[in-house]
T-cell receptor
Framework: GNSVTQMEGPVTLSEEAFLTINCTYT??????LFWYVQYPGEGLQLLLK?????DKGSNKGFEATYRKETTSFHLEKGSVQVSDSAVYFC???????????FGTGTKLQVIP | ETGVTQSPTHLIKTRGQQVTLRCSSQ?????VSWYQQALGQGPQFIFQ???????GRGNFPPRFSGLQFPNYSSELNVNALELDDSALYLC????????????????FGAGSRLTVL
């Protein structure tokens, strides 16, 4: 079946540091890939997505590139802010299937 | 546009009881999915509703059931509650069709936190 593996957290960074959160996936077909973010006390919000190989999703300074050869979708940001502190979930969904499969989440804490 | 709203936000039940959680989907969305998020884990797919019918189900027992109404709002019912049912229950709406196309870009509510004692 499909699965998503994320690096374990928590990840603690100083403000303006570079962020990478690793994500790899297993899927039988050609999934769409997502990053969702969950701020404290809130539901998940879509951060970015990519629907085919070599696509780059980007939003709010975050980027991730769909790498089919390495089955990866790593999240990056060049300069994190305190307001980026949240839990980040990598996810996938195969076309024609109803469910979205999530990773276990990576907690990011950015300190001033 | 209004987002996804869920109620109640918190509730406490005892083992063996039944619970109903409610969800209003985002305006313009016709599909509702329910997810269970245990503490420290990612959301797990329970089921999805499209046009008032179940349109896909995850690995959850039949005591988890749902409804979707003509206005696309939805309910999640859990019977015979067990301690392991304690979790955050997330409702997500999307705009899709019965093949799932387009239904994977989800807008989530803030969730209903269920504690089973």
């Amino acid at each position: 079946g499909n699965s998503v593996t994320q690096m374990e957290g928590p990840v603690t960074l100083s403000e303006e540091a570079f962020l990478t959160i690793n994500c790899t996936y297993t899927a039988t077909g050609y999934p769409s890939l997502f990053w969702y973010v969950q701020y404290p006390g809130e539901g998940l919000q879509l951060l970015l997505k990519a629907t085919k190989a070599d696509d780059k999703g980007s939003n709010k300074g975050f980027e991730a590139t769909y790498r089919k050869e390495t089955t990866s979708f790593h999240l990056e940001k060049g300069s994190v802010q305190v307001s980026d502190s949240a839990v980040y979930f990598c996810a996938l969904s195969e076309r024609g299937y109803q469910k979205v499969t999530f990773g276990t989440g990576t907690k990011l804490q950015v300190i001033p | 546009e209004t987002g996804v709203t869920q109620s109640p936000t918190h509730l406490i039940k005892t083992r063996g009881q039944q619970v109903t959680l409610r969800c209003s989907s985002q305006s313009g969305h016709n599909t509702v999915s329910w997810y269970q998020q245990a503490l420290g884990q990612g959301p797990q797919f329970i089921f999805q509703y499209y046009r008032e019918e179940e349109n896909g189900r995850g690995n959850f027992p039949p005591r988890f059931s749902g409804l979707q109404f003509p206005n696309y709002s939805s309910e999640l019912n859990v019977n015979a509650l067990e301690l392991d049912d304690s979790a955050l229950y997330l409702c997500a709406s999307s705009r899709g069709d019965n093949r799932g196309a387009g239904a994977n870009v989800l807008t989530f509510g803030a969730g209903s936190r269920l504690t089973v004692l």
